[in-house]
């Protein structure tokens, strides 16, 4: 189970601030998108739920069933359930995909107190959802993300998303740069996951992958803030109408 | 008189007649040295490198009490079958070393070898030391012992060569001036480890100078090891080759323990499609130096030389790089790439990287490039974000940035060897 509190949450980048009061209740199970115009905002809360230290929290507050998040290391975040599929996965050449899985699992495990998989049970596991997502094995062996198309590296962030198996998960725009096949079974990792327990934010600048994850809310952040919520029938009429017809718009913010 | 060369002199009275080189022949190096003196901070080869040290710590040749032999497997390298060499303090030791010698193959200590029976020593030794540098000139003066390689053409060698030093420093400090010779011929293979180890409780200062001759179309590899003492262990590391047409030379120098470790290479290659790869790994930490000066020349058309090294610098320790390439006029369609990556991990940790390109051909690939850096950020917070913690993902990455250099070496058992030393290093 996860809950997601995030109250008047102000945050800056290097002395800007780039997050002006944001609020969002995320229920167990609850699916929400976000939307919302380039440089609102939207990625630096990913981060910052995800524990950048490159961002501060001026005010506010984020809490996971419960507990605060903002004490924690990004670790920690990560060993308690909070997975972020990355808007731009990172390459670190020299690390293969299954070493830094198994350490990943494993580490994740040990907070949790739980005994290292054994070396088969992890190799099972790890076929197991590179066929989920459609992944050949061979990237397995590859370094981490280095020299991915794009496509594939989002596909592989669905991938540590199988293995992890998170408890509350953002998507940063899983979905730009998929072609449409890889936008199906990535949308099917999503929905095979779903449990009614788990719950998501998805972050996406198209309706299309809203089709396939019927999100319960869809929220629009613009300017740092979230300046309007709704259903999903929201995100259709934003693909419509674009942002303008809010009224407020993101100017203060965009360099 | 500094106390460095009172003590030299102190060494000198010690020197006798070699069967390869009488003293009176040796006296000109001796006088060339102590003409010149220790460089100092103001020679711009020694700008970054303080050697004030060997003023500091009274050395001698010294003798110490006897090295157990149990020791040595503790200190070679596990399931690797080689020839062992033990030097002890600069002189052959029978009975810790290990090793066949033949026509093919010859492995000889100096102090054993009749110079007229080996033509190919006669050619060659000393000869591209000469007119060398001040540490060599001392070498030449003072040297104890050392090791003439010869390899007979189209020979390939099937095991690897190790030649260890060790440093008996149980009883007092310690100076080792040690030479090696290495002639491999045409067409010939074959692989050498030459490694440095330091015992007991006083400084060791080894002094090496090695020459190492490629014949038309030999292959020979050059793994220099040094994982020595922290706090006690100082290296100055000359090595000079010279490369014949087609012949391929690769030396890889691991600097992964010494409180200081000065390492010279120099590879001239006066053979057409001759191929040098150069290939270095530092690790420096607490208040350690690591200096790597070296030295390619392409003085024929169509050679290469590959040239990677990298270091990671902690604590208050110095990382010295100099890369100097050489292409002479006539060597038209050079190719010649030179990388220096380094990682600094405190702020009182130092890197000095200097590239030095004198290009005089005008058809020549050549590229350099020197980079230093911290840990990739993004790359730390992604891992972290998988929940890997903080201290491990550094490892992690620090260890992929060594393993880059430690893949390259074609001896499974080398490979594991530094795999664990550096993993202990790291913590991982
Ligand atoms: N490290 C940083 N330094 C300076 N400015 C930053 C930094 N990170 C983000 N910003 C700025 O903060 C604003 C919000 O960026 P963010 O990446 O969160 O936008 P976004 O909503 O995800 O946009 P997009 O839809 O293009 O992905 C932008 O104006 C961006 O330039
Ligand atoms: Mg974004």
């Known amino acids: 189970m996860s809950s997601v509190k995030i109250e008047n949450l102000h945050a800056s980048v290097g002395g800007v601030e780039i997050l002006n009061g944001v609020d969002l209740e995320i229920n167990d199970g609850e699916i929400h998108a976000i939307m919302g115009p380039n440089g609102s905002g939207k990625s630096t809360l990913a981060s910052l739920i995800a524990g950048h230290p490159d961002y501060e929290v001026t005010s506010g507050s984020i809490l996971l069933d419960g507990q605060d998040v903002l004490e924690l290391e990004p670790e920690q975040r990560a060993q308690k359930g909070i997975f972020l599929a990355f808007q731009y996965p990172v390459e670190i050449p020299g690390v293969s995909n299954a070493n830094f899985m198994k350490q990943s699992v494993n580490d994740i495990r040990k907070a949790k107190g739980l005994e290292p998989l054994k070396a088969g049970e992890f190799l099972k596991l790890m076929k197991e959802k590179a066929k989920f997502v459609e992944m050949d094995k061979s990237f397995l062996k590859r370094s981490v993300n280095d020299g991915f198309s794009g496509g594939e590296k989002k596909r592989n962030e669905v991938f540590q998303m199988a293995m992890l198996d998170p408890e509350f998960i953002i998507m940063d725009e899983t979905d730009s740069g998929l072609d449409i096949d890889a936008l199906r079974i990535v949308a099917n990792g999503v929905n095979k996951i779903k449990d009614g327990k788990k719950s998501f934010i998805i972050i996406t600048h198209y309706q299309r992958l809203l089709e396939y994850i019927v999100p319960d809310f869809v929220h629009v952040l613009s300017g740092g803030k979230i300046i309007k919520s709704g259903g999903s029938e929201l995100a259709l009429e934003l693909e419509e109408r674009g942002y303008d017809w809010l009224g407020e718009t993101n100017d203060e913010v965009v360099a | ?428």
């Open chain 2, 1 to 428: 008189m500094s106390k460095f060369l009172t003590n030299i002199e102190k060494e000198w009275d010690s020197v006798v007649d070699f069967p390869i080189e009488s003293k009176p022949e040796r006296l000109a190096y001796l006088e060339d040295f102590k003409q010149k003196g220790l460089p100092t901070r103001r020679d711009e080869d020694w700008k970054y490198t303080n050697i004030g040290f060997l003023n500091k710590i009274n050395f001698s040749s010294g003798n110490g009490s006897k090295i157990n032999s149990e020791l040595i497997s503790g200190i070679i390298i596990s399931d690797l079958d080689v020839h062992l060499v033990v030097l002890v303090n600069g002189k052959f030791s029978e009975d810790l070393s290990q090793f066949e010698s033949n026509e093919n193959l010859k492995i000889i200590p100096f102090s054993k070898l009749k110079k007229d029976n080996h033509r190919r020593f006669k050619e060659n030794f000393g000869k591209m030391t000469e007119g060398g540098h001040r540490f060599e000139n001392l070498n030449r003066a003072l040297f104890s012992d050392g090791l003439f390689v010869e390899l007979g053409g189209n020979y390939k060698a099937e095991k690897t060569i190790h030649i260890l030093n060790i440093a008996n420093c149980k009883d007092s400090p310690v100076i080792i001036n040690h030479r090696n010779l290495i002639v491999a011929g045409e067409c010939s293979n074959v692989k050498i480890i030459n490694s440095y180890y330091s015992i007991g409780a006083f400084e060791s200062i080894f002094n090496t100078s090695s020459e190492i001759n490629l014949d038309n179309s030999a292959n020979l590899t050059y793994y220099n090891l040094q994982n020595d003492d922290q706090d006690l262990s100082h290296i100055f590391n000359t090595t000079r080759s010279q490369l014949a047409k087609n012949s391929i030379f690769s030396d890889f120098t691991f600097s992964l323990g010494g409180k200081f470790i000065r390492n010279e290479l120099s590879c001239r290659l006066i053979g057409e499609q001759s191929l040098a790869n150069l290939y270095g790994l530092y690790l420096a930490d607490q208040n350690s130096l690591v200096d790597n000066h070296t030295f390619v020349a392409h003085e024929v058309p169509n050679s290469t030389s590959n040239e990677f090294y990298k270091g990671i610098i902690d604590d208050r320790a110095k990382g010295i790089f100099n890369g100097r390439v050489l292409v002479k006029k006539d060597a038209q369609k050079t190719n010649a790439t030179q990388q220096n990556r380094n990682i600094v991990l405190s702020d009182k940790a130092q890197i000095n990287t200097k590239p030095e390109l004198e290009i005089y051909a005008d058809d020549v690939k050549c590229s350099h490039g020197a980079t230093t850096g911290v840990i990739d950020q993004d790359a730390l917070f992604y891992m972290r974000q998988r929940g890997i913690p903080l201290a491990k993902a550094r490892s992690l990455l620090m260890f992929t940035f060594c393993y880059e250099t430690i893949e390259k070496i074609d001896i499974e058992q080398i490979k594991e060897y530094l795999t664990k030393i550096i993993k202990k290093r790291l913590n991982i």
